[in-house]
C-alpha cells in the first residue's frame, strides 16, 4: 500500500510545510497543521470497494494516511471498532433509529489509541525517539503503550489526582511518569520544561499533526461501516476535539474522492458543566473559546478547559447546522447505568454523556424520533470504577 501525503497545510493561515520532518504547529501563526493528500490519486488508487479486503484497524486507509513505509506503522489493532444498533436505549429514549459506535473496544480501552498509534508511527517515521505528552486521562496509557511497542522513550506529566487506570497503564507499559501537584495546564508546563531541556517531542493533541489522522478513521469507518450513508447526527463527547474535527476532515476527504456526497451529519459537541469552553463560544457566536475557569467533571477526558483546535470545532459544528451543549456529571451517571443496563454496555463517562444530550436533543425538538443518530461511546467505563 502506499500513502498520498503531500505536506502540511496550516488550517488557519494555509502556508504551506514540509512533511519530511518534524513540525508541531504552524510556525508563522501558531494554529494546528493538517496533514494534505494527493487526493485525486488515492482516488485513483482505492476504490472503496476493494477495503472489504483490508484488516480491520484504520490502517485499512493506509492512502489517505500519513505514514509513507508501511514498516513504520505501531499498531495494537486500534479501530474498526463496531457500530451497534441500540434498540433497547432507543425505544426507552424515543429515538427509533439509535446506534453507538464502541470505542472502548480499542486497545488501551479508548479511542486515544487511534490518535497514537498514528503519531507515534510518524514520530518514529520521522526518526524521533523520544516523546513526552501532559495528559489527565487516556492520552497517556496510549502514548506510552505504542512507545514501548515501538522501541522508543516515553515521558508523561499529570495531576496527581489522575484516575487509578491512567497512572496504573503509564508504569506498566514502562513510561516515565511525574505526578504534578497541579491541574492540566501544571502538567502542561512540567512537560514543555523538559521537553526542551532534554529534545523531547510533545505529542500533545492537536499541537503536532498526526494524532487528528488517527482520529479522522473514526470518520472513514462510520461512512463504511453505514453503507456509504451518513447519520443525521453525530454526538461527540467534546474535549480538545480531535475526533470531531477528524470526522469533519474524513468527510471532505471522502467527499473529494467521490466515495459520498456533500451531505453532512449534525455535529454535536457535547461538555459537562462543570467544563464548558466549547459550548459557551457557541452560544456566544464567537470565533475562539476562553478558557474555562476551575474546571471540574468526572468525566476526565473532557475537563480540557482550552483546546487549541476551538476554532475548527466550532467551525465544524456550525457548519453542520449542529450545536453545543452540557449534561451534569449526574445525568453522565444516570445515563452510564441506563445505557448498561438496557444495551449490555459498560460505556465511559464521556461517552455516557452523549446519551445524556441525546435526551436533551430529543425533547427540545433539535433531533426528532425518526432521524438516524450516531453516539459516540469513546472508552470503557473499566477505566472508571472510582466514579461509579
Ligand atoms: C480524550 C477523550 C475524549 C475527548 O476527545 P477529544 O477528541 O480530545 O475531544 C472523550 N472521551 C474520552 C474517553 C477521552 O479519553
Ligand atoms: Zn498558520
Not at 494546528?32 to 480491520?56: F, G, I, Q, T
Not at 512537560?191 to 473514526?218: N, W
Not at 461512512?223 to 470531531?244: H, K, N, R, S
Request: aromatic residues 8%; contains cysteine.
Amino acid at each position: 500500500m502506499k500513502s498520498y501525503l503531500t505536506h502540511l497545510e496550516c488550517t488557519y493561515c494555509s502556508v504551506t510545510q514540509s512533511a519530511d520532518v518534524a513540525h508541531r504547529v504552524c510556525p508563522d501563526c501558531g494554529k494546528v497543521l493538517y496533514p494534505r493528500y494527493d487526493l485525486a490519486l488515492a482516488k485513483k488508487a482505492l476504490d472503496r470497494s476493494a477495503l472489504k479486503d483490508r484488516a480491520a484497524n484504520m490502517w485499512r486507509y493506509f492512502e489517505v494516511m500519513p505514514i509513507l513505509d508501511e514498516a513504520n506503522v505501531i499498531t495494537l489493532g486500534e479501530g474498526y471498532t463496531p457500530i451497534f444498533q441500540a434498540a433497547r436505549l432507543g425505544e426507552d429514549m424515543g429515538a427509533s433509529s439509535l446506534y453507538i459506535k464502541d470505542e472502548g473496544l480499542n486497545p488501551t480501552a479508548s479511542f486515544k489509541a487511534r490518535g497514537l498509534s498514528a503519531a507515534v508511527s510518524k514520530a518514529k517515521e520521522l526518526g524521533i525517539t523520544k516523546l513526552t505528552m501532559p495528559s489527565a486521562g487516556n492520552a497517556a496509557g496510549a502514548m506510552t503503550s505504542y512507545a514501548a511497542k515501538g522501541g522508543m522513550e516515553a515521558y508523561v506529566f499529570m495531576p496527581k489526582d489522575v484516575p487509578e487506570a491512567n497512572r496504573q497503564e503509564v508504569l506498566i507499559t514502562g513510561g516515565n511518569l511525574t505526578l504534578v501537584d497541579g491541574l492540566i495546564s501544571d502538567a502542561g508546563q512540567a512537560s514543555k520544561a523538559r521537553a526542551a531541556e532534554e529534545d523531547l517531542f510533545d505529542v500533545s493533541t492537536l499541537q503536532e499533526p498526526y494524532r487528528v489522522e488517527g482520529k479522522k478513521t473514526m470518520g472513514y469507518e462510520i461512512a463504511e461501516q453505514m453503507g456509504w450513508t451518513l447519520p443525521d447526527a453525530i454526538i461527540y463527547p467534546t474535549g480538545g476535539g480531535t475526533g470531531i474535527v477528524g470526522m469533519w476532515k474524513a468527510f471532505a476527504e471522502m467527499e473529494e474522492m467521490g466515495w459520498i456526497g456533500s451531505e453532512r451529519p449534525k455535529m454535536f459537541a457535547v461538555q459537562s458543566d462543570g467544563c464548558a469552553p466549547i459550548v459557551r463560544a457557541f452560544d456566544n457566536g464567537d470565533e475562539f473559546a476562553e478558557p474555562w475557569q476551575n474546571a471540574a467533571t468526572m468525566a476526565a477526558g473532557i475537563r480540557v478547559p482550552a483546546a487549541i483546535g476551538d476554532y475548527l470545532i466550532l467551525g465544524a459544528i456550525r457548519e453542520s447546522g449542529g450545536g453545543a451543549l452540557t449534561v451534569t456529571d449526574d445525568e453522565i451517571l444516570r445515563y452510564m447505568r441506563k445505557v448498561a443496563s438496557l444495551e449490555g454496555m459498560f460505556i465511559c463517562p464521556e461517552g455516557a454523556a452523549t446519551a445524556a444530550a441525546l435526551s436533551k436533543l430529543l425533547s427540545d425538538g433539535r433531533l426528532s424520533s425518526d432521524d438516524n443518530i450516531l453516539l459516540l461511546n469513546t472508552g470503557s467505563g473499566l477505566k472508571y470504577l472510582e466514579v461509579l
